[in-house]
């Protein structure tokens, strides 16, 4: 899989960070395999209203309350973000370019993985992880899933 499925990417990316990443993806992201391509302003804000379209909101809150263990509430929690565009987790989806989520546990601490998933750039100020403006409780739970 050489490109991240899209179905979510405008809940992982503004309307701002969209438009400049399709205006010239490698000013974003140098290196990175995603072509230029000649779209105008229209035709980029086009896209991303289709991208609108596909993506799912993220109901946190009935995910939060609708039972189950602290892990079990993080592992629908990673399903509904599709932290697998990028991600591989035990096993599923993924992109060779990212971290694999299975063994992170033994790479980092908790604590240090809640700092990350509250505000990845502060931590690694260049770095292409998506700020998801996770709630404390939504990053507890992933964590624990992280680490059952
Ligand atoms: C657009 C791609 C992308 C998505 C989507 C994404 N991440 Fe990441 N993530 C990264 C990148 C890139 C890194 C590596 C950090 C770096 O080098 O900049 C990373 C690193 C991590 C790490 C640290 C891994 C390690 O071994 O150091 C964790 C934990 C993590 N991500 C969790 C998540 C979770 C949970 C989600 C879903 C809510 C998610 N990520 C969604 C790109 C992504």
Redesign the pocket.
């Known amino acids: 899989m050489v490109g991240?499925n899209l179905n979510q990417v405008t809940i992982?990316r503004t309307d701002d960070w969209l438009m400049n990443w399709l205006e010239d993806p490698s000013a974003v992201k140098p290196g990175t395999l995603m072509p230029k391509f000649a779209w105008t302003e229209g035709d980029r804000e086009a896209l991303i209203a289709f991208l609108h379209q596909l993506a799912k909101p993220v109901d946190k809150d009935n995910l939060l309350k609708g039972g189950g263990s602290q892990a079990e509430i993080g592992e629908k929690l990673?399903k509904a973000?599709?932290?697998f565009?990028?991600?591989a987790i035990a096993g599923e989806a993924g992109r060779a370019l990212?971290?694999d989520?299975t063994t992170?546990k033994q790479?980092?601490d908790p604590d240090w993985?809640k700092s990350?998933?509250a505000d990845?750039a502060k931590l690694?100020p260049q770095?292409?992880?998506?700020n998801?403006h996770l709630s404390p409780a939504e990053i507890d739970a992933?964590v624990s899933y992280?680490y059952r």
């Open positions: 991240p992982r990673v973000y599709q932290c565009a990028c991600h990212y971290p989520l992170v790479r980092r993985e990350w998933l990845p690694k770095t292409f992880m998506p998801f992933i992280l």
